[in-house]
Each structure stands twice: as C-alpha cells, then as structure tokens.
C-alpha cells in the first residue's frame, strides 16, 4: 500500500500551481539521498517545492493572515519534532521522505509572508519528549491531522488563485503525510532502514 502512494505522490505533487524547477531545497542533514547539499530531492527523487512569487496582493483579511502564521508555527514544529525523533529512534521512514516537505513548506510559507511584504512570525512550540516510536508516531499523526483543516480553509480562502494554489500543494503533501505516517503506526513503527525501494532508490 505505502510503494504505491509513493508512486502516486509525485504525480499528484509535482507541477501544480506555483511550481518551478527553479526553486528547490538544498540544505543537507547528513540523513541519506536527496538530503545532503544542492538541490533536493524529494519523493522518488523529484522536487517538491512550490516556487513562490517576489510580489503578491497584500491579504485584505486580518484572520487569513492570522491562521497562515498558526500553520506556519505548526509547520516548524512538525519539522523539528521530526528532526529530533528520526534520531532518536533511528526510524527512517517515513520520516525520511517527509522531512525534506516540511522543511520546504516552512520555506514556501515564509516566502507567501514575504511577496506580502508582511513578517512572518510563526513561532513554533518547543518538541515533545517523546518515548516510544509509537508514541512519535501517534505524535505524526495528530499534527498531520492539524494542518489539513487549517490549509483547507486556507485554501478556500486565499484572496488571490496564486496563493491559493501554493497553499493546495503543501495540503496534498500533508495528506500524503497522514497517509504514511498512520501506514507506519499500524505496521509499529517498524519501517527501518533498507525498508523501502522506490524509483531505483533504496534508504539505509
């Protein structure tokens, strides 16, 4: 069931509104393909970030502006707690094909405050102290679950199609997130390294 969303994925997230060949991530971590310097890879090897243009329409509502901050804040969270618990557990998937989404929709985010000529803010919560794989991956899930309603509002929405369309490329991500992490609950936590091959990749 996860290889075929894997395939799936990237169809479904790779050129949508907001997309650019251009625009990619390239801060490395140490933590396996696609996740060391240069431009980034994403699933199966494709990238995934959404470009973001210099200049957008100001948003005329305060609360619009207000939850894109919350999920901001929810989105650096997301990104640190994964970050601490995929070495902590040594659990490499899924955590290892979602991390470098979420470091991208904190950077696609903060670039939407940016063409707004407004701060970003979004402070994130500090991690939670988790125990167990299980624990951290039941942790996954609730935030996942989080940011769907809020970027399906964000969505809805959204005073211009151009934010509109980079905010529903972070949403089909997230989903994609839920549905690997919630795989990976079901299976205890047991997606260790060497687990998963895909578009002639292999994570160790």
Not at 113 to 123: E, M, N, P, R, V
Request: aromatic share 8%; charged share 25%.
């Amino acid at each position: 069931m996860l290889l075929s969303l894997l395939v799936a994925v990237p169809v479904m997230a790779q050129r949508g509104p907001g997309w650019s060949d251009e625009y990619g991530w390239g801060r490395g971590h140490g933590m396996g393909p696609g996740m060391r310097g240069g431009r980034g890879m994403g699933m199966m090897g494709d990238l995934i970030a959404p470009d973001v243009p210099d200049k957008l329409p100001v948003p005329k509502s305060q609360e619009w502006t207000q939850k894109l901050r919350e999920v901001l804040a929810l989105e650096r969270l997301s990104y640190a707690q994964y970050m601490a618990d995929v070495e902590k557990f040594n659990a490499y998937m899924p955590y290892m094909m979602v991390i470098p989404q979420e470091e991208d929709h904190v950077r696609a985010i903060d670039r939407l405050f940016s063409a707004y000529g407004l701060g970003a803010d979004g402070k994130p919560t500090a991690v939670a102290e988790t125990k167990t794989i299980t624990e951290a991956l039941e942790l996954c899930v609730k935030l996942e679950k989080d940011l769907i309603p809020r970027y399906e509002w964000l969505v809805k929405n959204a005073g211009d199609r151009t934010s509109a369309g980079v905010l529903n490329e972070l949403l089909l991500q997230t989903r994609y997130h839920l549905t690997m992490f919630e795989h990976a609950l079901r299976m205890g936590g047991g997606m260790g390294p060497g687990m998963m091959r895909g578009g002639g990749m292999m994570w160790y």
